[in-house]
């Protein structure tokens, strides 16, 4: 497994800001993912974050919403940009291929944001 | 079309007794992954169990099983004597071609609730 922290843990924000998180792996890895969770919801994913590229986004997510960065293979951020009560989510960074299993898939704590 | 669905949006039982978590998927892909994860209050995504399509054997690990059928396309968990710890939110997710896909297509969760 991998052991995966986020930044901050939880924030609440004011409208038109911006909020950028932090995902930390204790080990490289070939995939990180961002999710956003809203309230009462199941997970959706908002991107593939790639090392070295720009981050490969799902449909109905853009780049300038939620710029990404993948500087290297254990760390990776996420941006909410000019934020609404709609952004208000627990967003979570995933990653896949520890150890060079497939398949395998773990989560961070999340990061829950408030946006009033 | 929903590639997974939990059609059990909320149960609740009492302590001790067994409960069983519906889910059923469905892909054109020969080769995916089968998970589940639980989600307690303080939401985190905690990792239970992975299943290859190649791998139909039923699986146990203490009071957790796990029943793979392709034929039914459907991944059932049951939790045994249920205890009050086991109250969260429990996701059925599905990745096609996991060494190459990016994406966990999740279903929309079941939240169970022991009742002392």
Redesign the interface.
Known sequence: ?AVISQKPSRDICQRGTSLTIQCQVDSQVT?M?WYRQQPG?????IA?ANQGSEA?Y?SGFVIDKFPISRPNLTFSTLTVSNMSPEDSS?Y?C?V?GVGGV?????????T?LTVL | AQKVTQAQTEISVVEKEDVTLDCVYETRDTTY?L?W?KQPPS???V?LI?R?SFDEQNEISGRYSWNFQKSTSSFNFTITASQVVDSAVY?CAL?EA??GA???F????TRLTVIP
């Open positions: 497994s995939m993912f919801q199941s997970l959706t994913l593939t490969t799902e627990i979570l995933s896949r497939p398949g395998e898939q773990f989560f961070g704590p999340g829950r | 992954y998970f994860y939401g985190e995504l990792f992975r290859n996701f990745s996991p060494t990016n994406n966990l999740f279903g929309t969760g």
